[in-house]
């Protein structure tokens, strides 16, 4: 079976302090993991996915396949980066975790 | 620039009504769902397409049935909508790529069922 976790429903930092949104996964296989965001009034889009191991918007994700782990991290938040976050699975169907909503004060 | 279009923004319907809500996207993807989201419970697949009158079940199909008669078209319906069908609806496809999926998502669908 596939499963995600996120932890955390909400997770609230000040601007410029560093960002990290767990996320958890569960597959026997080999996973393809994305992390997705929903800013607010816009459409779920695709972040970013482990196998281009990119940073967008200042993010990155590392898969640790030992700790079944694909947390999203930001050094410095900023306040546009306030919105729902889903990690994602990719087996043999995209499965998305509960997500996890980011403020990031000012 | 990849379009997915759901018909209705918002939906408000009473309790037995048979609903249908529609998505057409514009990039030829041959692949399509639908999800419902809810708070804390994240997106939750219901159908998947991979081709034209083709159909899977997700992992919440009850109460739900699809309709893929054109590739570019893909229906979800509610043969008689219950209050535990309230929910945001969102649609979403995609091409294969051999290493996951990169979906690309509607708007949303808000349905009420009162």
């Known amino acids: 079976a596939q499963r995600v976790t996120q932890p955390e429903k909400l997770l609230s930092v000040f601007k410029g302090a560093p960002v990290e949104l767990k996320c958890n996964y569960s597959y026997s296989g080999s996973p393809e993991l994305f992390w997705y965001v929903q800013y607010s009034r816009q459409r779920l889009q695709l972040l970013l996915r482990?196998?281009s191991r990119e940073s967008i918007k200042g993010f990155t994700a590392d898969l640790n396949k030992g700790e079944t782990s694909f947390h999203l991290k930001k050094p410095f938040a900023q306040e546009e980066d306030s919105a729902m976050y889903y990690c994602?699975?990719?087996?043999?169907?995209?499965?998305f975790g509960a997500g996890t909503i980011l403020r990031v004060k000012s | 620039d990849v379009k997915v279009t759901q018909s209705s923004r918002y939906l408000v319907k009473r309790t037995g009504e048979k609903v249908f809500l529609e998505c057409v996207q514009d990039?030829?993807?041959?692949?399509m769902f639908w999800y419902r989201q809810d708070p804390g419970l994240g997106l939750r697949l219901i159908y998947f397409?991979?081709?034209?009158?083709?159909?899977e079940k997700g992992d919440i199909p009850e109460g739900y049935s699809v309709s893929r008669e054109k590739k570019e078209r893909f229906s979800l319906i509610l043969e008689s909508a219950s209050t535990n069908q309230t929910s945001m609806y969102l649609c979403?496809?995609?091409?294969?790529?051999?290493?996951?999926?990169?979906?690309?998502f509607g708007s949303g669908t808000q349905l009420s069922v009162l």
């Open positions: 990039m030829d993807h041959e692949n």
């Open positions: 397409s991979y081709d034209v009158k083709m159909k």
């Open positions: 979403a496809s995609s091409y294969p790529t051999g290493a996951g999926e990169k979906l690309f």
């Open positions: 482990h196998i």
């Open positions: 994602a699975l990719y087996g043999n169907k995209l499965v």
